[in-house]
T-cell receptor, first 110, second 119 residues
Framework: EDQVTQSPEALRLQEGESSSLNCSYT??????LFWYRQDPGKGPEFLFT???AGEEKEKERLKATLTKKESFLHITAPKPEDSATYLC???????????FGKGTSLLVTP | GAVVSQHPSRVICKSGTSVKIECRSL??????MFWYRQFPKKSLMLMAT?????????EQGVEKDKFLINHASLTLSTLTVTSAHPEDSSFYIC???????????????FGQGTRLTVV
């Protein structure tokens, strides 16, 4: 059974304090690992898709990396506006639907 | 980028009534759309897969007669919550996949979500 585990559940950072969020996965045939940002009361906002081990993608202060077992979302010098829940999801060979982790709730304080 | 529009964003209805939620892909054709449900501080749980021109595929435990899905065109899927009860109150989110050329990899974009409250 496909599984996605995110850690930590919650993370509090000071503005400018870099850190990483982890997404561990087990899936039969990975066809994409997705990172989303979700603000309260809103739908997930697409950030990145990674397809193969070793792949990296960057967007502003965010950088996502992928290995055969896990993905990291690195946040460099975060700002308060980066506060949100970050969701990781995988798509397996079995279909197009995404299997989500429970998310990491990030709070960045000034 | 791709945009998926969901309407309404918020709805309050009386117990026993039905509510329809629309999901539109605005700048691409989506042969497949997905409906998720999210409980407070929980992750998204897949309810069903909506396929254009055919019946939806429901996940185990999801009542197909309560959650009616129609995908009549390549840009519109609807979810109707029939005979709603307070326990159906939740955040419902749709997603559409955007093909990436000839590859099998597809991007997945989400609507803004619909907060349903049944009173």
């Amino acid at each position: 059974e496909d599984q996605v585990t995110q850690s930590p559940e919650a993370l509090r950072l000071q503005e400018g304090e870099s850190s990483s969020l982890n997404c561990s996965y087990t899936v039969s045939g990975l066809r994409g690992l997705f990172w989303y940002r979700q603000d309260p009361g809103k739908g997930p906002e697409f950030l990145f898709t990674l397809y193969s081990a070793g792949e990296e993608k960057e967007k502003e202060r965010l950088k996502a990396t992928l290995t055969k077992k896990e993905s990291f979302l690195h946040i460099t010098a975060p700002k308060p506006e980066d506060s949100a829940t970050y969701l990781c999801a995988v798509r397996a060979n079995s279909g197009y639907a995404l299997n989500f982790g429970k998310g990491t709730s990030l709070l960045v304080t000034p | 980028g791709a945009v998926v529009s969901q309407h309404p964003s918020r709805v309050i209805c009386k117990s026993g009534t039905s509510v329809k939620i629309e999901c539109r892909s605005l700048d691409f054709q989506a042969t497949t759309m997905f409906w998720y449900r999210q409980f407070p501080k929980k992750s998204l749980m897949l309810m069903a897969t909506s396929n254009e021109g055919s019946k939806a595929t429901y996940e185990q435990g999801v009542e197909k007669d309560k959650f009616l899905i129609n995908h009549a065109s390549l840009t519109l899927s609807t979810l109707t919550v029939t005979s709603a009860h307070p326990e159906d109150s939740s955040f419902y989110i749709c997603s559409a996949t955007k093909p990436r050329g000839a590859t099998v990899n597809t991007e997945a974009f989400f609507g803004q979500g619909t907060r349903l409250t049944v009173v």
